[in-house]
């Protein structure tokens, strides 16, 4: 039996994590917080499919595809978090519970980074937690499911 599984979803810019701006970013890499999301969820029962891509497009046909094989999303959005209403519209067609995760405190940056088209679809906000921010944001998304 295969366990149930939890899409992590990451935007552009992210597959340069720990080597661009790791002032703000960090230093911990985008395979580090995979291994990290994939360690925690199995420790609460459940597998991860990870993906990356810099293309609006390939993150919104991952949220479609996402619909019929996954019970739960992590996303971070990267730019797309600020700018992408088409990536909002097929958020809100998931019908399962979504974690928005920000490595930084987007409130605590420049002013576009104020507003997320992405949180009115989402379950939970994690922001400004670093790479921990994946983990609090799967066993949020743990917790919720057993409920």
Known sequence: MSLPTVLVLNGPNL????????????????????????????????????LQSNH????ID??????????????NAGAY?????????ALKSYDHPIIEVHLSNP?????FRHHSFLSPAATAVVAGAGAKGYVHAM????EDLDA
């Open 81 to 89: 978090t600020h700018t992408s209403l088409a990536l909002h519209d």
């Open 139 to 142: 066993e949020i998304l743990a």
């Open 56 to 59: 609006e497009g390939d993150l």
């Open 15 to 50: 597959n340069l994590l720990g080597v661009r701006e790791p002032e703000i970013y960090g230093r911990t890499t985008l395979a580090d917080i995979e291994e990290m999301c994939t360690r925690t969820a199995a420790e609460a029962g459940l597998s991860v499919r990870c």
């Open 62 to 75: 991952a949220v479609h595809e996402a619909r019929e094989t996954t019970v739960g999303a992590i996303i």
């Open 107 to 111: 409130h605590a940056r420049e002013s």
